[in-house]
């Protein structure tokens, strides 16, 4: 069993309050829960900031591989958005074996 966990910290185009971040980062969790069912997503940073997000990605997965693809897939759609700065990308990768 491999665990994927994605970490994106993103920059946010022209939000001027935490409630248009809001309106942001909600469509873009929600997007990628929809195209990925398979995996779970949340803002998990910079929460009182209003231009900076940061999102967490995880993925459960029999091989390493489809975990990378996952969250490769997942990655690409962020990074896609005109509306959004990809700032970072941090991917790490678990396995039932460590300790």
Do not use: W
Not at 59 to 81: I, K, P, Q, W, Y
């Amino acid at each position: 069993m491999y665990i994927g966990a994605l970490t994106l910290d993103i920059l946010l185009g022209d939000v001027r309050s935490l409630k248009q971040k809001r309106s942001v980062v909600r469509p873009l969790i929600a997007e990628l829960q929809r195209r990925f069912p398979s995996v779970a997503v949340a803002e998990t940073g910079h929460l009182d900031l209003h231009r900076r997000a940061e999102i967490g990605i995880a993925v459960v997965s029999a091989s390493a591989a489809n975990c990378d693809e996952v969250l490769g897939s997942c990655e690409r759609v962020v990074a896609f958005h005109p509306e959004i700065e990809l700032l970072s990308v941090r991917q790490r990768l678990f396995n039932d074996h460590e300790e």
